[in-house]
């Protein structure tokens, strides 16, 4: 069964980095496409980021210029670098497996717990 762990969140001033990583178990890592997602509370999950089996990537524009997302098929985990927080940034950081077709990202069931982000200001 696929499993999703997250890490790399944490407490961060304004204006920092974060780099959030996201491990995959199972065979099938290389054939799939990842997004990244995000839930402040009392808000709804939103879309942040995603990246295809072969590179592609796709971002939200609040993020756009400021996240990279990326992937390491070797290690079967996937990242979210964050650059220049905001405040605004602050939610659970969430990795999801999906699909890519059309260059666009399809959410998929497979969730992992969550890693928290916090921004000062």
């Known amino acids: 069964q696929v499993q999703l762990v997250e890490s790399g969140g944490g407490l961060v001033q304004a204006g920092g980095s974060l780099r959030l990583s996201c491990v995959v178990s199972?065979?099938?890592?290389?054939?799939?496409?990842f997004g990244w997602y995000r839930q402040a509370p009392g808000n709804q999950r939103e879309w942040v980021a995603a990246?295809?089996?072969?590179?592609?990537?796709n971002y939200a524009d609040s993020v756009k210029g400021r996240f990279i997302v990326s992937r390491d098929n070797a290690k079967n985990t996937v990242y979210l670098q964050m650059n220049s927080l905001k405040p605004e940034d602050t939610a659970v950081y969430y990795c999801?497996?999906?699909?890519?077709?059309?260059?666009?990202?399809?959410?998929?069931?497979?969730w992992g717990q969550g890693t928290q982000v916090t921004v000062s200001s």
């Open positions: 999801n497996l999906g699909t890519w077709s059309m260059n666009q990202f399809f959410r998929g069931d497979r």
């Open positions: 199972g065979r099938t890592f290389k054939f799939n496409g």
């Open positions: 990246v295809s089996s072969d590179g592609n990537t």
